[in-house]
């Protein structure tokens, strides 16, 4: 049964290039700061951005055995990005800016500290159209990573605040009841009620957008 809503690959989203300087929020154990470090080469950087000493040990860790020198792992929060203005080619993130309570200020620093031209390109869960907070919360025990996640126009709108152009959210998985029956049933929930409000309403997205020059 699903546990969670995996959003999708964004060091392939980014199309990173090789010299360029990466930032991951929410690097976790830091497999996707990795993959990354090796798409830019030895002459790019890649940052991961974690709050954790668990998930930074661990992605140090990682790092050790994977024998990668161009990686720095930073502790921090995705709302106060420890890195200097348009310091950074490319944002990356995977399914943890939904979780944000603030939104809006992790985009004006993801904004901040990209360079002019800097791109964010980034997988998350996003919702469609309107869900009666009961069903959320019920859905919630299906699902965690759909706590705080934002209706796909909000999300547009919070990037356009943030002053992001070229804005495009591109759904990659679209979540029907059918894939929680076994487990919404197990919770004594009613089925027929809750499928026509969440059917097709979840669903994990490549996020993409630009710092203009």
């Not at 964004?10 to 497999?31: H, K, N, R, Y």
């Not at 944000?100 to 901040?112: F, I, M, T």
């Not at 025990?141 to 070229?166: H, M, P, Q």
């Not at 009841?177 to 979840?202: H, T």
Request: aromatic letters at 6%; charged letters at 25%.
């Amino acid at each position: 049964m699903l546990a969670s809503l995996g959003c999708g690959n964004p060091t392939a989203l980014a199309q990173l290039q090789p010299g360029e300087t990466v930032l991951d929020l929410g690097s976790g154990g830091g497999i996707d700061v990795l993959l990354s470090a090796r798409r830019v080469g030895p002459t790019g950087k890649v940052y991961g951005l974690d709050m954790t000493d668990e998930m930074l040990a661990l992605a140090r860790d990682n790092q050790r055995k994977a024998g990668v020198a161009n990686v720095e792992f930073l502790k921090g929060e995705i709302e106060h990005i420890p890195l200097p203005d348009n310091s950074v080619d490319v944002i990356i993130s995977n399914c943890v800016i939904n979780l944000s309570g603030n939104k809006d200020r992790v985009l004006r620093e993801a904004y901040r500290v990209l360079k002019p031209g800097g791109r964010f390109a980034v997988s998350d869960v996003v919702t469609r159209g309107e869900i009666p907070a009961k069903i959320r919360q019920d859905v919630l025990l299906w699902v965690g990573c759909i706590a705080g996640a934002l209706r796909d126009s909000d999300y547009v709108v919070k990037l356009t605040g943030a002053g992001f152009e070229n804005i495009n959210i591109e759904p990659t998985r679209i979540y029907k009841v059918e894939d929680a029956k076994e487990f919404l049933s197990s919770k004594n929930l009613d089925l027929d009620v809750i499928a026509p409000q969440v059917d097709g309403k979840f669903m994990s997205a490549f996020v993409r957008a630009v710092k203009p020059l």
